[in-house]
Structure formats: structure tokens, C-alpha cells
């Protein structure tokens, strides 16, 4: 079983490009995540979706925005890049809603802005 | 504010020595407790829960957490780590009501020869 992927593993980008970074899920999970990673912060979450349709800011949304056209994908655009988003990205997924279902994570996308 | 704090940023340990990672926490509800591993470029992966009952919890790769509400503590625990456990563990908070987990700032494990 894939559980999730994302796409692509790493990439460099300059600075006020765009940029999608890919998240596909096989498990038929309700809800979908994005976390950031960054050095002593540990997990930051910048956006949700609680099912196919509807999306919710977390705690470090700006510069972010995401879709949710369907259960399996959920992909996570930089309309316009900064360096303060290098970082790494991982998607996650949870079968139900609440904080307290375990959480299933991709690989991670690791971003870097120049 | 519900907050997770993890005090030790780095902790060094000798492979068969035992482990114990700290994890305190601020939560105004139920907690619910998780402990999650991330080894070196690797996503994140459960090692435990715990939602309720008995306070010591048992999970993956031989690893145990005790919930003690007294200290809103939720430390992880090995009795003999192996080279392969160096990693960095992430204690998080969440509850029946809410959607986001709150996470702490990770521990990495270093494993000594």
C-alpha cells in the first residue's frame, strides 16, 4: 500500500515564482494536512480538510492556499514564493475529523527558496 | 493557551542504555496523547496513544509512555535503545472536540556506540 505520496521530493524555486506541491492519499481518509517543518519549531500546520470540498486554515496559513476536489488529493500552492518558506513540507492524512485519530504522513517535499 | 513542551532538544544515549524522553503538557480538555517518530528523511510515524485507561501505554519498537495527570506529563520510555531508534520523536496533544493537534518541538535521539 503507496498510504501517501507526495511529489515532488525536493526543489529549488526563486523567489516570487509559483509553485504545487503534491499530495495523493490511497487510504479513502477523510481528512487531509499540511504541515511545515523547520528547525526547533517543530510541526507548524498551515492548512486542513475535513473532507472532499471544504478546507480550513491552520496556524501558519499565509503565503499558502489550498483545494480539495476530491477524497484523494490535496495539493498546496505558493502563488507567489518567499525565502521564510524554505522549509520542509509534509502531507498527512487521518481517516476521521478529530485531533485524536492517528495521523499518516508522506515523505515530505523539501522546498528551498532562493 | 494548550501548549506541548519537549525541554530536551538533543539527548545523547549509549546503544543498551535506557531512554526516557520528557513531554509536558497545557491542554484544557481531556488530553489526547501521541507520541510519533520521525527517522532521518523519513515522514512521521505513530509509536503510541493514549486515550484513557491504564496510564501506561505500550508501542511500537519496544518503546512505553506513562500518562500522569498530576505533572501533565506524557513521557516516552525504552528500557535498551539500538542504533536504529535514533530519530526524532514528537510528543502532540489532542482532543474529542478538536481538529488540530498541537504538537511539541521534537527531541532528537542520538545513539552512541
Known amino acids: 500500500t503507496a498510504g501517501i505520496t507526495q511529489a515532488p521530493t525536493s526543489q529549488i524555486l526563486a523567489a516570487g515564482r509559483s509553485m504545487t506541491l503534491r499530495c495523493t492519499q490511497d487510504m479513502r481518509h477523510n481528512a487531509m494536512y499540511w504541515y511545515r517543518q523547520d528547525l526547533g519549531l517543530g510541526l507548524r500546520l498551515i492548512h486542513y480538510s475535513n473532507t472532499a470540498g471544504t478546507t480550513g486554515k491552520g496556524e501558519v496559513p499565509d503565503g499558502y492556499s489550498v483545494s480539495r476536489a476530491n477524497t484523494d488529493d490535496f495539493p498546496l500552492t505558493l502563488a507567489s514564493a518567499v525565502p521564510s518558506q524554505t522549509s520542509v513540507y509534509f502531507c498527512?492524512?487521518?481517516?476521521?475529523?478529530?485531533?485524536?485519530?492517528?495521523?499518516?504522513f508522506g515523505p515530505g517535499t523539501r522546498l528551498t527558496v532562493l | 493557551a494548550q501548549s506541548v513542551t519537549q525541554p530536551d532538544i538533543h539527548i545523547t544515549v549509549s546503544e543498551g542504555a535506557s531512554l526516557e524522553l520528557r513531554c509536558n503538557y497545557s491542554y484544557g480538555a481531556t488530553p489526547y496523547l501521541f507520541w510519533y517518530v520521525q527517522s532521518p528523511g523519513q515522514g512521521l510515524q505513530l509509536l503510541l496513544k493514549y486515550f484513557s485507561g491504564d496510564t501506561l501505554v505500550q508501542g511500537i519498537k519496544g518503546f512505553e509512555a506513562e500518562f500522569k495527570r498530576s505533572q501533565s506529563s506524557f513521557n516516552l520510555r525504552k528500557p535498551s535503545v539500538h542504533w536504529s531508534d535514533a530519530a526524532e520523536y514528537f510528543c502532540?496533544?489532542?482532543?474529542?472536540?478538536?481538529?488540530?493537534?498541537?504538537w511539541g518541538a521534537g527531541t532528537k535521539l542520538i545513539i552512541k556506540p
Open positions: 498527512a492524512s487521518s481517516a476521521g475529523v478529530f485531533s485524536y485519530n492517528e495521523q499518516f
Open positions: 502532540a496533544v489532542g482532543a474529542r472536540s478538536n481538529y488540530q493537534l498541537i
